[in-house]
């Protein structure tokens, strides 16, 4: 079984900065992309972010240039960084990682639960 933990949620003044992460565990052989997505109430789950295993990333467009996404593969642990923060990306996010469990097998994708952010004006 595989689990996906986020932290680093939480309460922030627009312009401010704040570091999401989320570490994958359990029986992993390998992971391809990680990423974010983001729900804000009474709107559609969106992609905010993800990279693959090489470090290759992509961004939402609302996204360029404020957020940077980051992963450690040893660790297994990938990194949101926000910055200029605004209160339209007050909205709760969920990380997932595409994991592999066993060499030769498909992948499989896996969220976890979500973290809170909220940008005060």
């Known amino acids: 079984q595989v689990q996906l933990v986020e932290s680093g949620g939480g309460l922030v003044q627009a312009g401010g900065a704040l570091k999401l992460s989320c570490v994958a565990s359990?029986?992993?052989?390998?992971?391809?992309?990680m990423g974010w997505y983001r729900q804000a109430p009474g709107k559609q789950r969106e992609s905010v972010a993800y990279?693959?295993?090489?470090?290759?990333?992509n961004y939402a467009d609302s996204m360029k240039g404020r957020f940077n996404i980051s992963r450690d593969n040893a660790k297994n642990t990938v990194y949101l960084q926000m910055n200029s923060a605004k209160p339209e990306d007050t909205a709760v996010y969920s990380c997932?990682?595409?994991?592999?469990?066993?060499?030769?097998?498909?992948?499989?994708?896996?969220w976890g639960q979500g973290t809170q952010v909220t940008v005060s004006s």
């Open positions: 990279i693959t295993a090489g470090g290759s990333s």
């Open positions: 997932y990682a595409d994991v592999i469990l066993r060499e030769g097998y498909y992948s499989i994708t896996y």
């Open positions: 359990g029986i992993i052989f390998s992971i391809g992309d």
